[in-house]
């Protein structure tokens, strides 16, 4: 029984204790309230014990005092609760007055009430300290006091209460020593709370100057009216290679900091808010020893005990500084690779490229003319093996333009079923020496126009039924083309290259779309090619928003597939095919000068033009080109770009300053990043790349004759 009492009081005390302190306090307000409880309980405790003592000698009036007394301090304790302590605060002050006033009325002077006003003095000390302000700590004494002084003048030594001499002597005594308990009790809380601040203080300290001597910043704190240092950190010292703090303390600013950030930190004791008082950028320091450091500094003003001060925190970013110098050096050395790799592409191209122009130039002349049936085959043989190294160089090319994303899709008018009989007809001399059956399944709806970029998809296609007649030495190869869905403005379009060929194994289906890679090393030992074709068509599938598709079993052949979405052409009309047109009109009476340093191209290009009726004039050099152009009228130019004693771009510049509207077309090797638009600021109407195909110089001197003739 003792014990469970002895329980519950001592809960119901630490209940009391936490009235009034929730979670959503900060810590300092929970001790607040947590010292104003235990003032006020102390009070009531006081209270209960005088009301215990006054009811033992019959001293009624008395322990009514107390009981009421008791009560006010307990409805202090009940604001807190409420999270109401300034009116805990007030009622504590009007239970103190009260209880002197009311005591030394009922017993007088004689019983020694005012030894109650030691330990009360002192505990409206810490009424003031929990409520900071010195309007309250002198409302509050003030008030104290004057009840006091009227207490002392105006109440007699007897009070309204009758008390016996006997009595009134033991109360004095017992007040007495209880409150210089109380006095010492409240003495010995003071003593404890403030060396517990004082420790707290402390450790505060520690923790900021732990933070100010660990930090990876060096400090300074300098005094911004003498500029002297009043301070720095460990890091300061290590930074400037100085042997203790000391060596920097006490000195002036400007010897450790970079003359032209000294105005910049002497700007700074002039701002006193705002932007003007705070600073940031790059300086660099120089050390003790002599070494130059690169550095990022920020400094502040700020105000302490009426002082100004300058704070700057210093961050060594001399490594970031030489790995920010390395990553140059690497990327113009990136770029200086990327620019000779470009540029001996280009070299390659216009190399390769001149003398298969020859080649597929004459096959396709000795193809056009008489031949006996024997030489049929080796012609195809030559043209198919020229044609087929053309692809490589263009490959490599369209690679190297993809990964550095120069590459962009052109918006043109194209049919698509005239595009997929030109595919067709290009690749019919591959399949001459192969037992295979080719079959092109096309949609007729496609004969109409599309908005979409030819070349590319030409390319797609042409890639994938290159692999597919590589990879395939008997069966079948089918292409296919059909619309899968349309609507008035667009429609969407599959295609698909299906052979019976090797196949790709499972295992390594996903490294077929890897630059320079195929699927096996035998693969590309005995069929060749450079391991980019699927790689390009999947690059460029992407730029058309599209994947490729592949289906494939080892020995039993491969499927691939893609779908384009297109926009149909407003006024979509049928074109009539290629098949349907006469070939090659004649165009007599048009006049070509020609401008062409490789005696074999121009042998090629002169035997076809004459082939169509062109009266061709020839030069090898710009300025042949320029004097056989000033002497006679032609229809059209034809300058290749790169040739001795003036090129093509400077014999152009020339003819323009007579004749703007002469039409000029470059006839080059050479392919490089934005060609088209390059030529067309040098002041060329079109161009045409060796090795060229006939149908396509033809179609492009009729349109360039014509628009003349026509203007």
Known sequence: MKNYILSFTRKSYNSLLSSGIYHDLSPGMKKTVFLMNRILLLAIMVNLTGLVYYFIFDLYLSALVNLVTGVIFSAGIYCNYLRKMHMARFLSIVAINFYFVAINLVEGLQAGEYFFYFPAFMALIFMARIFKGYKWLIGMYGATAIIAILCFWFIPGKGIQSVTNNIAKEIFYSRFILSVILTIYIAFLMVRINRRNEKILLEEKKFADSIFNTSLDAVFIINSATGIIYDCNKRTFELFETEKKEDISGTHFKKWIEEDKIPVVEALS????????????????????????????????????????????ILDITGLKQAEFQLIQAKEKAESATK?????????????????????????????????????????????????????????????????????????????????????????????????????????????????????????????????????????????????????????VQFAVEDTGIGIPANRMHEIFESFTQADVNTTRKYGGTGLGLTIVRDLLRMFNSELKVKSEEGKGSRFEFILELQIEGDARMYISDKEKAAFLPMNGVKVLIAEDNAVNLAIVKRFLLKWGIHVIAAVNGREALERYRQEHFNLILLDLEMPEMDGAEALQEIRKSDADMPVMAFTAAVYENIQADLYSKGFDDYIHKPFRPEELYRKIQQLVYNRKRA
């Open 340 to 492: 000779m790799k470009t540029r001996f592409l280009s070299n390659m191209s216009h190399e390769l490229r001149t003398p298969l122009n020859g080649i597929i130039g004459a096959s396709n002349l000795l193809l056009d003319d008489n031949y006996l049936a024997s030489q049929k085959a080796p012609l195809d043989i030559i043209k198919y093996s020229s044609e087929h190294m053309i692809r490589l160089v263009n490959d490599i090319l369209d690679h190297t333009k993809i990964e550095a994303g120069k590459m962009d899709l052109v918006n043109a008018s194209v049919n698509l079923s005239t595009l997929m009989d030109k595919i067709i007809s290009q690749f019919n001399g591959d399949l001459i020496t192969k037992d295979v059956m080719f079959s092109a399944v096309i949609d007729p709806h496609l004969n109409i126009n599309f908005h979409t970029d030819e070349t590319r998809i030409h390319q797609i296609i042409s890639n994938l039924l290159s692999n597919a007649i590589k990879f395939t030495a008997k069966g079948s190869i089918v292409l296919t083309a059909k619309k899968i869905y349309s609507t008035s403005a667009r429609a969407t």
């Open 270 to 313: 002039k701002g006193l808010s705002s932007s003007a008082s705070r600073w940031q950028g790059e300086m660099n320091v120089t050390t003790k020893n002599g070494k130059i450091v690169f550095c990022f500094a920020s400094a502040v003003f700020f105000r302490y005990k009426k002082e100004g001060y300058i704070k700057i925190s």
